[in-house]
């Protein structure tokens, strides 16, 4: 019961889309740390200067506001309008500038500000590009010289000048060198981004190969073999009718030896076109191997399948196939066309498509003959 509440309250801080989660995770931590600060620079100004002025109370407003700024500027999406959502430099030079007044403030206690400097870098390691961390770097050193420069002037004696030289060459180490850092791992990052791009790309290629066939593009006979299966599961548990039809080109041995076998592939490649532009976009034609192709219709039950592959037959056999001879070559394609019985193995179905398809090249070629 108190999880789901906390769930729930979790859910309204953080909303519930992922990376919109991560972002403001890494906010929230920001504004932790950023009201432990504040809790510390009222007890530093308490401690050396008695009681907080109008400056540490301004300083507050300006901490405590700055981040509600941000974290409404990232709840409320605002940010995503930009290329980092996570508005990280935006969020770095906010407090590396609160950084650098609370310096001011703090006189004798200020070495404190630069553990608390090196942690605001580090906000930044696993978001920024080397050039904005090196932004980041001199727009802090720039800042903190400022103050160290006008401190040591208005105040002498809490902020000496050969101290503030020593602090300033030190600040002038540890933020490039952290900036040198930040870089490297965005660097690190970039090639981990490019390596997951090529492995997703292997893949795709990889999936492509496994599923389809080179020559005419088509899904391959392992592919075709999954897709009826999943299909053969589909009419089993919701009841619907699936046909299957095999073809096979005509005399296509013929072409082979009168125009050659690239002759061939080109005509293959233009009978894989033409079939899948007759059918429906649910119906699935495949190579078989060979010459020879399948065509799954799914949910679709006789008359309509006859339909549909009588549609093919006529285009396939209109279609001219230029061969750049100036002599196009026609072709025709018979057809073995079935519906899957309730009961059949895929086998069997296919097996019956077969031997209709052996009845139609008997009977003379360029038709269709069905079956239930
Ligand atoms: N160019 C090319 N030819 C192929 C390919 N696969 C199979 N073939 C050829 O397809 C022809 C099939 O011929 P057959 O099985 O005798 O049948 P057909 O000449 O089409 O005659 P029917 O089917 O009886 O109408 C053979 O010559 C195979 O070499 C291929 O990928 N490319």
Same mark, same amino acid.
């Given at each position: ?31 932790l ?17 008695g009681?907080?002025?109008a ?27 930009f ?24 006189g ?15 906000f930044?390691m ?37 101290f ?10 540890m ?9 490297r791992l965005?660097?690190? %990052?970039?090639?981990? #981004?490019?390596?997951? @791009? =090529? +492995?997703a !790309?292997? &893949?795709? $290629?990889l *999936? ?13 006979? %392992?592919?075709?073999? #999954?897709?009826?299966? @999943? =299909? +053969?599961? !589909?009419? &089993?548990? $919701?009841? *619907? ?18 125009h ?26 495949a190579?078989w ?25 006529l ?58």
């Amino acid at each position: 019961m108190a999880k789901s509440h906390l769930r729930r309250l979790g859910d309204r801080w953080l909303g519930t889309e992922p990376a919109q989660r991560l972002r403001l995770r890494q906010t929230s931590l920001a504004m932790l740390l950023m009201a432990v600060s504040v809790v510390m620079l009222h007890h530093g100004v308490a401690l050396t200067q008695g009681k907080a002025g109008a400056l540490t109370w301004a300083w507050t407003v300006y901490a405590v506001g700055g981040m509600a700024l941000v974290y409404a500027a990232i709840r409320s999406g605002w940010s995503l309008r930009f290329a980092d959502p996570s508005l990280t430099t935006v969020q770095i030079a906010f407090a590396l500038s609160a950084a650098a007044l609370a310096y001011a403030q703090v006189g004798p206690l200020r070495g404190a500000v630069f553990p608390v400097l090196t942690l605001v870098q580090m906000f930044g390691m696993f978001q920024l590009r080397a050039r904005s961390a090196y932004g980041l770097a001199a727009y802090a050193l720039v800042l903190f010289g400022a103050v160290m420069a006008t401190m040591s002037w208005l105040r002498p004696e809490a902020y000496p000048a050969e101290f503030e030289r020593i602090h300033f060459l030190m600040l002038a180490c540890m933020l490039p060198a952290v900036a040198v850092l930040t870089a490297r791992l965005s660097r690190i %990052r970039h090639r981990l #981004a490019d390596q997951r @791009q =090529e +492995l997703a !790309r292997a &893949l795709a $290629q990889l *999936h492509a190969i496994a599923t389809r066939d080179e020559l005419t593009g088509l899904p391959n006979r %392992r592919q075709m073999q #999954a897709l009826m299966d @999943q =299909e +053969l599961l !589909r009419s &089993l548990r $919701q009841g *619907h009718d699936f046909c299957i039809a095999v073809l096979d080109l005509d005399h296509f041995k013929r072409i082979n030896d009168q125009h050659g076998h690239a002759a061939g592939d080109t005509v293959l490649r233009a009978f894989a076109q033409t079939g899948q532009a007759a059918l429906r976009a649910t119906d699935v034609i495949a190579r078989w191997g060979g010459e020879e192709f399948l065509v799954l219709l799914p949910d679709t039950a006789m008359p309509l399948a006859l339909v549909g592959m009588e549609r093919l037959r006529l285009q396939v056999a209109a279609q001219r196939i230029d061969m750049g001879s100036g002599m196009p070559v026609s072709v025709t394609v018979s057809i073995g066309l079935t519906g899957h019985r309730r009961g059949d193995t895929l086998a069997q179905t296919l097996e019956r498509a077969d031997q209709l398809l052996y009845q139609a090249k008997a009977e003379g070629r360029d038709r269709i003959c069905e079956g239930p």
